[in-house]
């Protein structure tokens, strides 16, 4: 019994010395010359945490990158920053690399909705004829950070250390068309979106682009899962200036002196500034990163 244990014992001490000179002559880190490939954890860590917090709006749909965020009409430059990025480096050498981050986005979006037939309505009190007004949202914009990294560490994790210089933009576009005509008889049509000032019904809003510019400065660590494979989080501090870009409004209504329909042009915003400056995550806070 005893020259059992004693083979089994040498056996498992043979495994296991062999598994780990296996791991000794595995090459997990990065090497001169080496490319890789990030992928942004994030939107899943917010995905599954909010399978647990009753959240009725949560998807996968913003795993393509996304630069900026938006309301309905216009965007909001105090969240400019990309949620989501395509991560890139090359190793000039064993610890020093170059990187870039880049996040991206080209969307349209066309909302309709029904309304009454001004002039069926017109001819006759109980018509039930609609119409079809629409919207539609056009948005984009990207975000660039390029820089270079120093990673210490000889061993399956390593110390990331970055800087660089970000930049970006964003613009947005809004146009309405209307189903019944406005005409020297019906001066205020009925319309799906309650866009009226004064009268006049908003035919296109439009926000001139955005811009930010700024350095950052990161750190954080990789933890080699496998040779070449690691997971990775970092944290970043920001120094960014923006500069919100004027909205104008085109809009459409009956003038009364002059008896015809005219279409005006406004400055609607002169354009805001914003400074920001702390801790940020543009891009790769939690990520994976493959080596080759």
Known sequence: MRRYILTLVLCVATITHSMAQDENNKNYLPEKGDISIGIDFTPVFKYLG?????????????????????????????NIAPDVSIMAKYMLTDHWAVRA?????????TTRAYVVDDMAHANDPLSESKLIDSRRVSRNGMSVMLGGEYRRGSKRIQGVFGAGLIFGFNQSKTTYQYANALTDINHKPTIAWNTYTDDYR???????????????????????????????????????????GQQYVTSEGYNTVLD?????????SPGDNAFRFGTDNLGGSLYMSFYF
């Open 202 to 244: 908003t035919l296109q809003s439009k926000t001139a682009s955005n811009l930010f510019l700024g350095v950052t400065g990161s750190v954080g660590v990789e933890w080699f899962v496998a040779p070449k494979v690691a997971l990775g989080a970092e944290v970043d501090l920001a120094l960014y200036y923006v500069k919100g």
């Open 101 to 109: 981050n880049v996040g991206m986005m080209l969307r349209t979006n």
């Open 50 to 78: 909010n399978l647990f917090n009753s959240s009725t709006s949560n998807t996968l749909d913003g795993l393509g990158g996304a630069p900026i965020t938006d309301n309905v009409d216009g965007f909001n430059i105090d």
């Open 260 to 268: 015809a329909v005219e279409t005006r042009y406004d400055v609607e």
